[in-house]
């Protein structure tokens, strides 16, 4: 089966230094990975995706992921945060053809 | 614009009271989601629909019921049976059966309190 695991439910970092959430995944075929981004009393927004082909993803807002089928992860990264970057991310693999199975969530916290 | 629309943004709830919350899309997906998310908790999976007239019970479908009469909407009935219903509520759609490396597009949610 299918499942997401988030490292660290809580990431503070100062502004302008380097933004790293960490998302392992298991899957039993071929994942497909997405990273989305949450603001407060908001719906999720799609960040990036990867589905096949080149292993760095970039996404919006300066984000980028990298994924290593060695290590089943799919960590997020950003090399300078911003203030505006303060929100919660969410990892997510498909289970299936039709369904997506979200991780618990990592809130970033931008400090000045 | 394509989107999702979601409403109400804020609802609440008397004790023992049924409640509906409205989900429509004009993105012409196929398939529909509701989720629940708790604090620390995540997305919870609570009904989904891959096709009209059809859908699936999630992970948390307990006191809950949908319809799927429509394409474009899939609205979510909180019934009385559910005991702890405050919670924030989001609908999302996608392309549906053996699209979903395209992933899925959210509304901007219902948070429902019980009062």
């Known amino acids: 089966a299918q499942s997401v695991t988030q490292l660290g439910s809580h990431v503070s970092v100062s502004e302008g230094a380097l933004v790293l959430l960490r998302c392992n995944y298991s899957?039993?075929?071929?994942?497909?990975l997405f990273w989305y981004v949450q603001y407060p009393n908001q719906g999720l927004q799609l960040l990036l995706k990867y589905t096949t082909g080149a292993t760095l993803v970039k996404g919006i807002n300066g984000f980028e992921a990298e994924f290593k089928k060695s290590e089943t992860s799919f960590h997020l990264t950003k090399p300078s945060a911003h203030m505006s970057d303060a929100a919660e991310y969410f990892c997510?693999?498909?289970?299936?053809?039709?369904?997506?199975?979200f991780g618990s969530g990592t809130r970033l916290s931008i400090r000045p | 614009d394509g989107g999702i629309t979601q409403s109400p943004k804020y609802l609440f709830r008397k004790e023992g009271q049924n409640v509906t919350l409205s989900c429509e899309q004009n993105?012409?997906?196929?398939?529909m989601y509701w989720y629940r998310q708790d604090p620390g908790q995540g997305l919870r999976l609570i009904y989904y629909?891959?096709?009209?007239?059809?859908?699936q019970k999630g992970d948390i479908a307990e006191g809950y019921s949908v319809s799927r009469e429509k394409k474009e909407s899939f609205p979510l009935t909180v019934t009385s049976a559910q005991k702890n219903p405050t919670a924030f509520y989001l609908c999302a759609s996608s392309f549906g059966t053996g699209k979903a490396n395209y992933g899925y597009t959210f509304g901007s949610g219902t948070r429902l309190t019980v009062v």
């Open positions: 899957s039993s075929v071929p994942p497909y």
């Open positions: 629909s891959q096709i009209v007239n059809d859908f």
């Open positions: 997510a693999v498909t289970a299936s053809a039709s369904k997506i199975i």
């Open positions: 993105l012409n997906h196929d398939a």
